[in-house]
């Protein structure tokens, strides 16, 4: 039964050659033909995740069906282009070649040679390079103010969620609830978090660091330790600033900064890698997260991959994974392009006042403050979607609404690197705070679907 259902997802581009981004198309004209471009090649055949959403509704065997089909589909479609690139490799044409599942591309640097044949194969869809000056792809509204004093506990934020009194009245605290989070790693030698990472033989220290390809994703930036807190503090610090404060943390480190003159796509690579890791880690692909919290997105100016951003997020949903995702902090942008991306793809869920569309499987999170206004930096969209191929969808006005919920996100508590607490602010704060509500509801039923 389930070959069928693999047979009825995947969905095929026209064969015909594949198509190069114009931007990139520039780009090569400035290369002296021996300097290697970073691209992200995209093959025709994609997974059709939005099917398997609409028709399997068992939690395990939509993962399974999900991650057997999204890895088979890579490993079949993708070997013909990995041989033709290992051979270019060997002369000295490609190098750091990254195949990739949770949406059906290979990321490599090559010559602008190599890149123009690479496009002339049947089954590439499109082959894509994007200048993406990603120096502040943290949803961050505030710097770190100084350590806050750990006498009040809970934080104000768990109370204005009620996050408080389902420990106390049901007895739900996240336990057994693995929640995977991709940031700026994390510090896992806190107090409040040591007790509470990720525990699997295979990573020793709780995940793995994508900006540095090793199995240590110890925080050296800040950020990630103070969202991990917001998700799992337990107050053992002295102050209680999680929602959950029995889950478990999987530590994802990303890249989220760029100083080079023209970057090219890898902190992309690594937060697509530290969702296939999510979904399924390599060593112990059962030893999967429930669900993911992400505090950081792409400006549209930025011009982020967002067909293939909306392929991967939709997958991970396809896989049964609820995936929080910060809707940003550019309150004074306009529509529609002041949701960043991945956060502007659509949810598992559609607004019946919105135009039609697809869906796909982005909780965006809002900042509120702690009267439960609007904060004045939490971006308000709508997105729109009716240029980004393959979708065309939610042209605007109406556009798509965004963000899907709101959670506190303003003079934040939570861990500080090293020990002791900071507060900050943001929709960065926000996120980690929904997701946290979200690992005490998968406690009380572990079968719940994002939608």
């Not at 051979?87 to 640097?109: H, L, M, P, R, T």
């Not at 999987?250 to 890698?273: H, L, Q």
Request: glycine share 10%.
């Amino acid at each position: 039964m389930r070959t069928l259902v693999l047979s009825l997802m995947l969905a095929a581009a026209a064969a015909s050659a594949g198509l190069l981004e114009p931007a990139l198309q520039e780009r090569m004209t400035q290369k002296d033909g021996r300097e290697q471009i970073g691209v992200m090649i995209a093959l025709a055949e994609q997974f059709d995740g939005a099917q398997v959403i609409r028709t399997v509704k068992n939690k395990q065997e939509r993962w399974e069906t999900t991650v057997n089909g999204l890895q088979t589909l890579a490993t079949s479609t993708q070997a013909g282009l990995l041989s033709e690139l290992a051979a270019y490799e060997a002369d000295g044409k490609v190098s750091d070649i990254q195949s990739f599942w949770i949406v059906n591309a290979v990321y490599c640097k090559a010559t602008p040679a190599v890149i123009q044949a690479v496009s002339g194969r049947t089954d590439v869809w499109f082959v894509e390079w994007n200048l993406i000056p990603t120096e502040n792809a943290l949803a961050l509204a505030g710097a770190a103010t100084a350590p806050a004093d750990g006498t009040d506990n809970p934080e104000w934020n768990v109370h204005n969620v009620k996050a408080d009194s389902v420990w106390y009245v049901y007895g739900y605290m996240g336990e057994n609830v693995i929640v995977g989070h991709i940031d700026t790693g994390c510090d896992y030698t806190h107090p409040d978090l040591s007790g509470h990472m990720l525990t699997d033989a295979n990573y020793p220290y709780h995940g793995w660091d994508f900006e540095n390809n090793d199995n240590d994703p110890m925080d050296a930036q800040g950020h990630g330790t103070h969202t991990a807190g917001t998700v799992a503090s337990n107050g053992a610090a002295g102050d209680t600033c999680g929602m959950a404060p029995m889950a478990q943390i999987m530590s994802c480190r990303t890249k989220t900064s760029i100083s080079t003159p023209y970057p090219d796509t890898v902190a992309e690579n690594t937060v697509m890698n530290s969702m296939q890791f999510c979904v399924a880690p390599p060593l112990s692909p059962t030893n999967h997260a429930q669900l993911l919290t992400m505090s950081l997105g792409w400006y549209h100016s930025w011009n982020p991959r967002r067909g293939l951003w909306r392929a991967s997020v939709t997958n991970v949903a396809a896989a049964g994974l609820p995936f929080f995702i910060a809707n940003g902090n550019e309150a004074g942008g306009s529509p529609p392009d002041n949701v960043r991306t991945p956060g502007d793809c659509p949810g598992p869920w559609k607004h019946p006042a919105e135009p039609a569309g697809g869906q796909s499987g982005a909780i965006s999170i809002g900042a509120t403050d702690n009267a439960d206004n609007l904060a004045n930096f939490s971006s308000i969209g709508p997105a729109a979607w009716d240029t980004v191929s393959p979708y065309f969808d939610y042209p605007y006005p109406p556009g798509l609404y965004k963000p899907d919920f709101s959670a506190p996100g303003v003079d934040v508590t939570s861990c500080l690197v090293g020990g002791g607490y900071t507060q900050m602010s943001g929709t960065s704060m926000a996120t980690p705070c929904a997701a946290g509500v979200g690992a005490l509801m998968l406690e009380k039923n572990p079968n719940l679907l994002p939608e």
